[in-house]
T-cell receptor, first 115, second 115 residues
Framework: EAGVTQFPSHSVIEKGQTVTLRCDPI?????LYWYRRVMGKEIKFLLH????????ESGMPNNRFLAERTGGTYSTLKVQPAELEDSGVYFC?????????????FGQGTRLTVV | AQSVTQLDSQVPVFEEAPVELRCNYS??????LFWYVQYPNQGLQLLLK??????LVKGINGFEAEFNKSQTSFHLRKPSVHISDTAEYFC?????????????FGKGTHLIIQP
């Protein structure tokens, strides 16, 4: 069974450009999470989808970030326009249930560099 | 709001020696505790978790952790490490009864196994 996959694995863009990150969760997982790790800092929660609905987006840094999950399958995270401080590794995770008894599986992450 | 402190950014250990990776947290409510591992070029993988019950939790690859409520700690231990344990280890908490849906992570500890 395929795990959580993220595209691209690396992205280098200029300040002011737009970038879209994609996450394909494990098939059948209703819960999808986005996290971000800025260099040298903690991994921070961004938001949580249950199917196509945003359950919690309290961690989204500002309105330059837009996450979608149309149809409740894959999810995209768009950054527009990108700023230097957006650089970091963006992780996606999925789980079958929302309770802590169900394990969340993480993707390898997308390393975003804004120059 | 909760926070997680991993005091050691790097821990060098000789192969077959024991290791302890420290994790302390702060929270005003009940928490659930996790340790994740990230091997090079891979996503985060759950090592073990504490939800309730016995304070000594056993995980995969011979790791265990002990929840100490009075000291607000959840240190990770392994009696004898192997070269393959070289990775970055993350402690994380989830605060019950409200707050964000996602985990709060520490900054991570690089475990470096020396032959």
């Amino acid at each position: 069974e395929a795990g959580v996959t993220q595209f691209p694995s690396h992205s280098v863009i200029e300040k002011g450009q737009t970038v879209t990150l994609r996450c394909d969760p494990i098939s059948g997982h209703d819960n999808l999470y986005w996290y971000r790790r800025v260099m040298g800092k903690e991994i921070k929660f961004l938001l949580h989808f249950v199917k196509e609905s945003k359950q919690d987006e309290s961690g989204m840094p500002n309105n330059r970030f837009l996450a979608e999950r149309t149809g409740g399958t894959y999810s995209t995270l768009k950054v527009q326009p990108a700023e230097l401080e957006d650089s970091g590794v963006y992780f996606c995770a999925s789980s079958q249930g929302g309770s802590l008894n169900t394990e969340a599986f993480f993707g390898q992450g997308t390393r975003l560099t804004v120059v | 709001a909760q926070s997680v402190t991993q005091l050691d950014s790097q821990v060098p250990v000789f192969e077959e020696a024991p290791v302890e990776l420290r994790c302390n947290y702060s929270s005003s409510v009940s928490v659930y505790l996790f340790w994740y591992v990230q091997y090079p070029n891979q996503g985060l993988q759950l090592l073990l978790k504490y939800l309730s019950g016995s304070t000594l939790v056993k995980g995969i690859n011979g790791f265990e952790a002990e929840f100490n409520k009075s000291q607000t700690s959840f240190h990770l231990r392994k009696p004898s490490v192997h070269i393959s344990d070289t990775a970055e280890y993350f402690c994380a908490v989830f605060e019950s009864g409200g707050g964000a849906d996602g985990l709060t992570f520490g900054k991570g500890t690089h475990l470096i196994i020396q032959p």
